[in-house]
């Protein structure tokens, strides 16, 4: 980290300590994860951190004039074949390059791993006992990671339950199904969990929050008896924003670190 | 259709009506629809119309005693390797082969087909000079169909334009992204279609109604300034139960023609 | 299996019991095994034992008024669309579903566990020192199991064993080919298991009992010196239906178990 | 086919007038049909024809001194790693090259062929009226080809027409199932065509004659009241060679033509 | 193309006119042509052009202070999941991204194009009436394209021919084999086109230049008697690069155009 | 190996040699290898050893009357659907079996095993301190094996290094790309082995000899700062012929064993 006398810290040393929060090992198959533009040699001084790179993030990041932005959803998913200004994708890695800003994010790695997205959206909902639902493994400190957590509420009427996920997340609205029980046992997956409705109704759990929920899982939640709530894909992964642009500040304490002001989400309710 | 003197209407002949509304030429590969379930020599006397073959659905059409049943979402989507009372759909079939009832369903032919789901829908909202967006042919009649539909509307701002939705579809809430125009030209696809964003603005339109509508679709539509709004898949596609049963009661008038009563949509807003 | 004071037999006790005859985690891949149709909550006060759940059997099933059909083939194989009266299939689910009858079957799990199909069949034929060929594991007592089965004979003209064959099955007519060797040391293989024709070859066998042979086949086996005989598919697994039925009716005294009387094979030789 | 003075009838000669008989164009796409041993410019005074090039048949062929062997199947089917004494097709080969044989085949083009292997086997049985039951197209003389034919016989049971059958193909045994039916209209296809009894019904057909019938083929023959006969591959495909050897003769009389006298079926009843 | 008063030639401008050159519709389907980094709507006043969009070229356009590079080979040919500074294909990005320079190309629609790389070979080896060896349509000028030409020479031995190919392309050295014929017609395909050799052969070429050639091919080559001459990927494709330029330079006054200086192939002979 | 008194080495014999030279196990997955053509029991006195099966091979080994043709490339590489004189391989196999000759290849399991084609290579150049780069598993000796080699040289200068190259593998020419840099780690790999280019980088080589390069590679490799070497796949694969031949004269002394005197590369530089 150091060169000559003065230390200057790098995207690399950014990238490392990433690794320490949410190990590239966590990350599924198919999914993208770390250094997806600029240079790893690249010294910083100032940092972005925001849920996603588009483009009005990088804008954001280019006009404040960090040095890296660090997202949870990548900057490129799928493979692309060309850089252009025709996409917003293309416009998003011509303006970090332009200022000279590198990209780096951790998502499925973070969705996994202990204190990542879904410990912090547990947290922000008050669960208590939280447990990781569909383990995949230890990590280096011992604890078990996976996709969703689950945990307990002093047992309440759903209407109950829904203000709470209302207020602690700052949601404008909330879709649910009404799966006829009263609130004790939560299951949590921030982002489009919904798949996982058979592990959290095998967990034990009568209540399950997640998003992006179609037609069919909600009906299949229904006739499950589960209660299903979309408090929204932004505002179940947002707050683990602020607990790494934290940590990552108290890592580096030589960095400035900011959270993105600009970024919220697109979806209203009416 | 005679035995007798006496003329009795059997599913055949109900079936066989259903292929002018809505030709199974007109349905996508990947569909299942027709007869999925009874006999097509069985005789009619009580129709349910509903939009799913859901199990309370098919419990209501048990104790009205009806005969055969018509929605629009089929029986058996995934082919099945097993009829159990452990799975929704077993206990639906189940339901409808204890109580002799048939089940005959209209897909994506009846999205497709003039005068069906989306049309329904584009007149619900009131839209004028309604056309195909995504013209797939000519049916007998040489009217275009195909998927979408877009229409004008005598221009207006965005959230005028939500309160017509949510009160002539009776939503109890929408879901939208804000794409920064007026409403003059409106494009929409009952259920799912959020993937024909792009040839909703080829077609000039610069607002979207459809549902199930997931975090990036609705940023896609952001970056493209696209007005896109989530109406429920149940709210997009239910209208066009009373206009099929109205359809059906008027070319079958020796049949009792029923809409469902108890089928809602489980989706509540909060 | 009790409620209350009184002993009420399930479905699920029946399954559990079969679990412990022929383990699911012995069927193939491909397979579709256990319950298949009806309700494992089910009572039950009589089963009807059968090789196949053609729509034959399933009406004497209804007819005798039996609770659960066991099959050794599955009622559904390939996964269905539809379940509807224009296919055998859709009849047999119809005609059991309307007269409240589960259907139950153990297929591969059944051809390879210790002292089914296969052992059944090898002990017809009165093979001595019977060994599995082909094996694939050990179960809950230390016995090995696997699809094929060998044993050994006195040494005697393919003619005479064709005799035994023919009797000890009660096959109205064999096809075979003749490799040219007397026989010794035999492999059997109930239904169609021709392409384990080297497996028997390499455990030492110079005869091969099995069925659903082709034109193909038979030349494979005159070409390696192997007597390879064709005893039809019914007449080598069927067998196994009475010894299923006797140990069912031995572990459920308080429940009627017939074997069907109606099915028979529908091939015939002229 | 004159090199100075002499006629001298070549391999390349021979193939050219099987075109005529079974133009490449009819076979099905997984077929390998043509010259598969030897060469084009052998010049050919003595050619074998068989329904197969199984071992004996080759043997037989260079005992001769045969230049050519003619047959129906492919001397190579799945295309080969090696050419050993390891393998059957490895001693066939080696058996053809040695002894300066060429081998060239017609297999489902000659199956499809007007005049061909199906429609020997349809005047075999005495069949009236033959047409092709599944037409792919029309060849050069304006005829229409395809797979299967059919034909009409005088009304009469089941047991009369397979009495016909068996003698006129002088088949040792037959396998059928009994569609309940008498027999007025006959499907004919030689070789495993059971896949093709859909096609035979809707033709009209109450019987079908084919081979290599399985199991469930024959109860879903029964199921649709087809009465479907085994008659052996064989017996069914090897009238065709008796047509073709005197074809042959007749379009190149300087050559000696003879039918294999070793070949015979090796799957016997009992 | 004007703005105000003064003409401003775009990206988009070049683009359209490449079009009339190498049409997008002659590109093989799993190519990547067109506009591959930067903007449609950048003004154009310096245009380098190269056969390779490697790092150096990119620097070289970078430093002169191009607008726009257009290449033969495309910038990203397997899709990318990131631009980073770690591959050779990120650096190049950034580069064009930093510097402001769009990157444009023409492959497999310019090897096939009237006129395009194939053609210049041909015209470069001096060949005669020169043809396309595998005609894929007729463009609008009612030319035949496709990838392959031939053309005649006078007749000479392999030796002459070679010296005239390493000349003409200014090859450092040559690899081929030869295949016992003197040289009177020769098929060419710049790049690595060695496996139209078959279609060489059927066009009646005895000899056919080409690059990438690899040791199978050479022997395929001496096995079928033609000459295959090895003249490197970037000696036969790089001279389109200079009557691309003269192209460009003559529809575009206003616009400076030049051949990079430093791009030669870095695969030497020894 | 004795039969009566006389002992008669025969072809399985020799297999089982070869299989403690270059084991089966270690070849890779889609190769083919061992008896290609002939017969295991045939009894050999003269083997011709080369290191393709080429067809001018073939007949050199039938005109000096051997009875096996050892060869490091496969007679048949992709399976074949015929043997005929229309391909150079059916010439070759029919040239074989004419003459008796069998034929047996090690390719993948030589070029991995210790002692083979790459251990030959990096000795024929001068390496010292040999190791694999890419180890697979360890033989029965305990020593590892896999694809590629590397070794150390005296530092010096590239141009320095291709004059070794050239004579001591007696290359007519060589093809290269300079990495910049001095020679003094060298991985080898004989035969199209370029792929492996970033395993050489990782063991910390600054060279790569190996052939069949493509135009992409020597450009990758020019990236990474590698000299790449392709100095032929015949030059770097021959080697082996004469150490095999010499292993096998030793192991088989009553046996004539002779190198190909025909075969050469068909490939020349100019």
Redesign the interface.
């Known amino acids: 980290m150091a060169e000559g006398g003065i230390s200057m810290t790098t995207v690399a040393d950014v990238l490392h300590y990433l690794e320490t929060l949410a190990p590239r090992s966590m990350k599924m198959d198919w999914d993208?994860v770390?250094?997806?533009?600029?240079?790893?040699?690249q010294t910083v001084a100032k940092i972005l951190v925001a849920l996603?790179p588009?483009?009005g993030v990088c804008q954001e990041a280019a006009q404040w004039g960090a040095d890296l932005l660090i997202t949870h959803h990548p900057l490129?998913f799928?493979?692309?074949?060309?850089?252009?200004?025709?996409t917003?994708i293309g416009r998003s890695?011509?303006c970090l390059?332009?200022n000279?800003i590198?990209a780096v994010n951790a998502h499925t790695n973070l969705d996994q791993a202990p204190g990542g997205v879904n410990d912090v959206l547990a947290n922000k909902l008050g669960l208590q006992d939280i447990a990781v639902i569909d383990p995949c493994g230890i990590d280096a400190n011992g604890a078990e990671w996976g996709l969703l957590r689950c945990g307990s509420v002093t047992e309440q009427p759903l209407?109950d339950f829904?203000t709470i996920v209302?207020e602690s997340l700052g949601c404008e609205?909330?879709?649910?199904?009404?799966g006829g029980k009263p609130v004790r046992k939560v299951a949590v997956g921030g982002?489009?969990c919904a798949g996982g409705m058979l592990d959290a109704v095998r967990a034990g759990c009568d209540t399950f929050v997640t998003?992006?929920i179609?037609?069919n899982q909600?009906?299949?939640a229904?006739?499950l008896g589960l209660n299903l709530i979309d408090a929204?894909?932004?505002a179940t992964e947002n707050p683990v924003v602020a607990v790494l642009a934290e940590k990552i500040a108290a890592a580096f304490p030589e960095i400035e670190v900011k959270i993105s002001e600009n970024h919220h989400d697109?979806?209203?309710?009416?």
């Open positions: 993208n770390g250094l997806l533009c600029g240079s790893k040699k996603d588009f483009e490129i799928q493979p692309t074949k060309s850089v252009t200004d025709e917003s890695i011509m390059i332009k000279g590198s209407a829904l209302k609205g909330l879709r649910y199904a009404d982002g489009a998003s992006d179609k037609y909600f009906w299949d229904y006739d929204g894909h932004f697109c979806m209203k309710f009416y």
